[in-house]
Nanobody, 115 residues
Framework: QLVESGGGLVQAGGSLRLSCAAS????????MGWFRQAPGKEREDVAR????????YYADSVKGRFTISRDNAKKTLYLQMNNLKPDDTAVYYC??????????WGQGTQVTVSS
């Protein structure tokens, strides 16, 4: 089970830190990722991280502003979001690849960036 937290309303240029707490399973072995979906838009792959944190991926739209990290001891995935823009407004989901690609999802947390 994955549970996101940390979303909210922030002004453009501000920061938020999302967390995704995992329960059950072997978190430390799963590739993890953050995705987002804005109203009327397709889901977007924001950032991904390998099981040991050695390999990561960022969408071009967030490079240099967002940082994905994980604490395997705490079974928690993070997304530090800096210099937020109104276009970052979306529901953010964390996901894990437990058996197949991105087969486990959280319920999502709303991020709203005002201009």
């Amino acid at each position: 089970q994955l549970v996101e937290s940390g979303g909210g309303l922030v002004q453009a240029g501000g920061s938020l830190r999302l967390s995704c707490a995992a329960s059950g399973g072997t978190f430390s072995t799963y590739p993890m990722g953050w995705f987002r979906q804005a109203p009327g838009k397709e889901r977007e792959d924001v950032a991904r991280l390998s099981w040991n944190g050695g390999n990561n991926y960022y969408a071009d739209s967030v490079k240099g502003r967002f940082t994905i990290s994980r604490d395997n001891a705490k079974k928690t995935l993070y997304l530090q979001m800096n210099n937020l823009k109104p276009d970052d407004t979306a529901v953010y989901y964390c996901a894990a690849s437990t058996a197949t690609a991105w087969d486990s999802w959280g319920q999502g947390t709303q991020v709203t960036v005002s201009s």
